[in-house]
């Protein structure tokens, strides 16, 4: 990144060190997820809505020198300590910014990270059989009403929930649930899916069950 230097009452302050939200590359190409997830689709999602958020983070953070350091974790579960005028950009552009890094983490190619009989078993445990489950993140997917993302969460004792956010919100920003953990996500604002299905978002959830990362899953379910 080029070195910019700025001068403030007499203070020179590097932006480079201001850059420190960065997007990982993306762990496969965009046509990867071919047919379920297009790869045009991919390509913007990652390069403008994900970018976006983290220049935004970046922009917003670059004066409040005491938070620009943390962790986004940190961030988003401390969101009421943050300076008033800075807690809702940075819920929105943080939350964007981690739902993101988690996104392309849940995907994989068709049949590359499959469910595990293991896995399978402890959701079919919490929902009554995996189908079951998957029927009830689907229709949370269609109800929720606007942009969002569902969510499957464990909490400390291994329970599995299944809970729907707004915008870019996320469970970690719910004090309720600051030790559970997140193993699955599914975005549902239009920008995900939009080119290829229009409107028609249930068929978007269809095409996304074929291109889950249940290896990850059951890595953040279990520990590594
Ligand atoms: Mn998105």
């Known amino acids: 990144m080029k070195k910019l230097v700025l001068f403030s009452a007499g203070v020179a302050v590097s932006l480079s060190a201001v850059a420190q939200f960065k997007q990982k590359e993306m762990p496969y190409p965009y046509e990867a997820l071919e047919p379920h997830i297009d790869a045009a689709t991919m390509r913007v999602h990652y390069n403008n809505h994900h970018a976006g958020f983290a220049n935004n983070l970046n922009t917003i953070l ?12 940190f961030l988003l579960k401390n969101l009421e300590r943050l300076p008033a005028e800075i807690q809702t950009p940075v819920r929105n552009n943080g939350g964007g910014f981690f739902n993101h ?38 229709k949370a997917g269609l109800a929720r009403f606007g942009s969002g993302w569902i969510w499957l969460v464990k909490d400390k004792d291994g329970k599995l929930s299944i ?43 269809a095409a996304y069950w074929n291109v889950v990362n249940w290896k990850k899953v059951e890595e953040l379910y279990f520990g590594k």
Not at 104 to 126: C, F, N, Q, R
């Open 62 to 73: 670059a004066s409040h020198a005491d938070w620009k350091d943390k962790d986004i974790v």
């Open 101 to 138: 890094c988690f996104w392309w983490e849940m995907l994989a190619p068709a049949g590359t990270a499959p469910l595990s009989d293991k896995m399978k078993e402890v959701i079919a445990k919490h929902f009554e059989s995996f189908e079951k489950f998957q029927a009830e993140f689907t």
């Open 163 to 205: 809970v729907s956010t707004p915008n870019q919100d996320n469970p970690l920003m719910d004090p309720a649930r600051k030790d559970d953990t997140p193993v699955l996500a599914l975005d549902v604002w239009e920008h995900a899916y939009y080119l290829k299905h229009q409107s028609k978002r249930a068929d978007w959830i």
